[in-house]
């Protein structure tokens, strides 16, 4: 494993050619010691992290985080301790936390070795993922932070800049074609276009000529010839929505298509070139629909080269409220943006989701349209979603109907503080608007 951190140790001495060699990297990158000190950090570091701080000598995880143990020990996946243990390059997708606030960031990790071939330091260099972020915005960018976003924007991040086939999995209206247009704006061909195909609103005969096109007089109708959406998308995306809803018989022209990359348009002899990056989606179990004949095994296996599971919104807890004051902003328009009362947000937290991200969209505008004043209330809540708890602003905060001590109340409120915070107890401190020996001196007297 690195070395423990150690305050008291010497810093090793950084030689001219290992700090040029961090200032060829125009994004922020760093040189680590094997116990996370930060030994020299390039001008975009310093710009992007530093608050008039110094940078060296403090540990990558406390100004990255605000950590005072390393990502690992914190929950989290540390690039360092996996470039050490690999002895290779590592990646690792994680939230940083800046002057302008969390961002999603990809951090790639390379161990630098001696003359001796052990390795004496660690080159991070450090990439600001600008197609999803942990803030309300009122574009059409992904919004979360849970662990299991997280992890499923490390995949959108690996496949993106390849031409390789992916596959969408998840269920329905957990945002699968905008995770698509991420892909698609991440990649080399986000200059053209981004075809979206809704395979499950389309008949078989429908659906060939919409995909392949027609010629003049092919069927009762063609009064012309018709391009189709794959000419459409030429040298963009194809993104087949609810892919295994294509009838069995058209399955065989879209393996055709997949593996020659030629086609046919309705009515016509003649064999066109296809040029476009697949990407397929389905809330459909595809492996059952192929052991049951269904689905076309071969065209499974085309399709599914690379396998993205998409969460559904009751395993993304920590990004529900997020998700919905995201919502809100983007759905009212010519009237102050209201706010989410304790009670809303505990009851939204607290919801199930069978509809997922669409269903807490149709929560939110329900509850606008009851809502004339500037906070959103638990009643204005459709009669599905509202708590069981008969005072929900009061159960939220951890009270009951009786009345309690102040001391009992301060003792729930810390733990229910204390079980959601994820960082250091000196930032828990700072949000919670008291010193940080209090906090440990409260913590202590609780047993917490």
């Known amino acids: 494993m690195p ?68 990502c690992d020990r914190a929950g989290e996946k540390c690039p360092l301790l996996h470039a050490y243990e690999s002895g290779q390059k590592t990646k690792v997708l994680h ?56 992890n499923m924007l490390e995949m959108v991040e690996r496949v993106a800049p390849t031409d390789t086939a992916a596959l969408l999995l998840g269920e329905s209206g957990t945002g699968k074609e905008l995770v698509a247009r991420a892909i698609h704006d991440r990649s080399n061909r986000a200059d053209k276009p981004f075809i979206p195909v809704d395979c499950s609103g389309l008949s078989e005969a429908l659906f060939e000529s919409e995909l392949f096109g027609h010629t003049k007089g092919a069927f009762t109708g063609a009064i012309a010839n ?8 030429k040298g963009g995306t194809l993104f087949l929505d609810e892919i295994g809803d294509v009838p ?23 064999q066109r070139k296809a040029d476009s990056r697949l990407i397929c989606a389905t809330h459909r179990g595809l492996s059952d629909m192929v052991e049951s004949g269904d689905f076309r095994r071969d065209l499974f296996y085309r399709i599914s080269a690379f ?29 102050p943006v209201p706010t989410l009362s ?41 009669n599905y979603v509202k708590c069981s708890a008969k005072n929900t602003e009061s159960h939220s905060m951890g009270l009951s109907d009786e009345l ?24 828990l401190a700072k949000l919670l608007g008291i010193g940080e020996r209090t906090l440990y001196r409260k913590l202590e007297a609780l047993d917490l």
């Open 404 to 427: 309690i001590s102040l001391n009992e109340l301060e003792k729930r409120y810390l733990t229910q503080a204390v079980l959601r915070h994820k960082g250091d107890r000196k930032e």
């Open 3 to 70: 070395i423990a951190a150690d305050p008291t140790r010497v810093p090793p001495q950084i030689s001219s050619e290992n700090r040029a060699l961090v200032d060829t990297h125009h994004e922020p990158a760093i040189l680590l010691s094997l116990d996370y000190q930060i030994l020299y950090a390039n001008q975009a570091y310093q710009h992007t992290y530093s608050e008039g701080e110094k940078l060296t000598g403090r540990h990558c995880y406390e100004v990255s985080h605000g950590y005072s143990v390393p």
């Open 307 to 335: 396998i993205i599971e998409l969460p559904a919104l009751r395993e993304r807890r920590d990004d529900i409220v997020l998700l919905a004051e995201t919502i809100l902003q983007r759905s009212v328009h010519n009237r």
């Open 226 to 233: 018709k391009a189709g959406l794959v000419e459409a998308a």
């Open 95 to 150: 939230i940083h936390k800046t002057p302008r606030g969390e961002e999603h960031c990809e951090v790639t990790t390379y161990p630098i070795r001696n003359e001796s071939g052990e390795i004496a330091f660690f080159l991070e260099h450090l990439h600001r993922i600008d197609i999803a972020t942990t803030r309300v915005v009122s574009n059409d960018k992904m919004v979360g932070k849970s662990t299991v976003f997280n």
């Open 342 to 382: 304790g009670g809303v947000k505990h009851c939204l937290r607290n919801h199930e989701y069978p509809g997922n991200i669409r269903e807490l969209r149709n929560i939110i505008e329900h509850a606008v349209l009851l809502t004339d004043g500037d906070t959103i209330l638990p009643q204005a809540l459709p």
């Open 248 to 270: 069995l018989a058209l399955q065989v022209k879209l393996l055709r298509l997949l593996e020659t990359s030629t086609y046919r348009a309705v009515g016509s002899v003649e």
